[in-house]
């Protein structure tokens, strides 16, 4: 029962690797949840007690406590490859199915089209996790018929597959800049092929010019917009201009938030003290805000995501320094800037 319910334990946005001892003290805290349900399933403490729920007799208790020790006994037992796993760390239960990283960081893919995406974006070069993929699928299916997503910067095409997959037109902004970090020309004809490869080309219209320059000669109303340009704080402070093109209750995704030093001053130079921008969750370095009047708890929970930022530029100066078990001390575990 156990076994079935748990099969990993950590959030997709930070790696856990966990020592024996603190297996023995999570599998204990797990079976007092477990000892805390009734045949339902239900926690006890999260939802009121109806007549339909079984509580559980001394007697079932007894074999629950049971085994969960033989769990705990049996688990310094496990060779070092079945105890943790990228993303999640994995106590019981069969392996994963391979569907691209999606697996391995808890996102569902009940949804046979997200599913599809997922598999093809995850052989794209770029930085979006599968659960900040969920995030801009999410908002993307919820574009009305007809509706428009523009995005910001799109490199090899991993963020405009998910965007363009869920059904919604999309502008793809991009200058495709030559140089060793953008690629220039070659990054472009990536991209366009794995517009092809993914089967959405007809969906996204690529505008290959600075979006600074763009902006100007707009017109069209946006449904969704996906800022992930150059993280410079003074092209932010620009992009978020787009945001004008919003209606309100629009939403705009911004990646690298409260990771990226010039995005997140950006943020709170433009955002934080807004009146027409409300901040709403982050998945890793993507934060999703609304265009609507921000309350007081509003700005108190943006300011809470500073210690974040704050640990993500120590974990660069660590990277750039070559600190990197350091950096590890601090769940860092790749050598990629987090993300």
């Known amino acids: 029962m156990l076994g ?3 099969a990993y334990l950590a ?10 001892q603190e297996w023995k003290l999570t599998l204990w805290a797990l079976a007092c949840t477990e000892l805390c349900r009734g045949e339902t399933g239900v926690d006890s403490w999260a939802q009121p007690a109806t007549a339909s729920a079984t509580v559980l007799t ?35 239960g069969p392996e994963p199915p391979k569907l691209g990283a999606v697996a391995c960081t808890g996102v569902s893919t009940d949804e046979p089209a997200f599913a599809a995406a ?6 794209i070069g770029g930085w979006l996790t599968p659960a900040q993929a969920r995030l801009l699928w999410d908002q993307a ?15 090899q095409g991993r963020s405009t597959v998910i965007l363009a997959a869920a059904g919604a037109r999309v502008v793809a902004i991009d200058p495709f800049v030559d140089g060793a970090m953008f690629g220039g020309a070659a990054t472009r004809d990536v991209f366009l092929a794995n517009l092809v490869r993914a089967g959405v080309s007809d969906r996204v219209e690529l505008r290959e010019i600075r979006s600074g320059l763009l902006r100007p000669c707009w017109t069209s109303p946006i449904d969704f917009l996906y800022i992930d340009g150059k993280h410079d704080y003074w092209t932010v402070s620009d992009d978020l201009r787009w945001t004008g093109f919003l209606p309100s209750g629009g939403r705009v995704a911004i990646h690298d938030a409260f990771s990226s030093i010039g995005v997140t001053l950006a943020l709170l130079r433009h955002v934080l003290f807004s009146r027409r921008l409300r901040y709403l969750r982050r998945e890793g370095s993507l934060a999703l805000f609304s265009v609507s009047v921000p309350s007081r708890g509003d700005r108190l929970r943006m300011l809470l995501q500073l210690p974040w930022w704050v640990r993500n530029v120590w974990i660069k100066v660590l990277l750039r320094l070559r600190f990197y078990p350091v950096a590890r001390l601090f769940g860092h575990h790749d050598r990629y800037d987090p993300y």
């Open 4 to 6: 079935n319910r748990i």
């Open 11 to 20: 959030p997709s946005s930070s790696p856990v690797h966990l020592v024996p």
């Open 58 to 92: 001394p007697a079932t208790r007894t074999v629950r406590l049971r085994t969960v020790r033989g769990c705990i006994t049996g688990i310094k037992h496990l060779p070092a490859s079945k105890r943790t796993h990228q993303g999640a760390t994995r106590v019981l």
């Open 118 to 123: 997922l598999a093809v974006a995850d052989g």
């Open 141 to 155: 299916v919820a574009v009305p018929a007809g509706g428009l997503i523009v995005e910001i910067g799109s490199h």
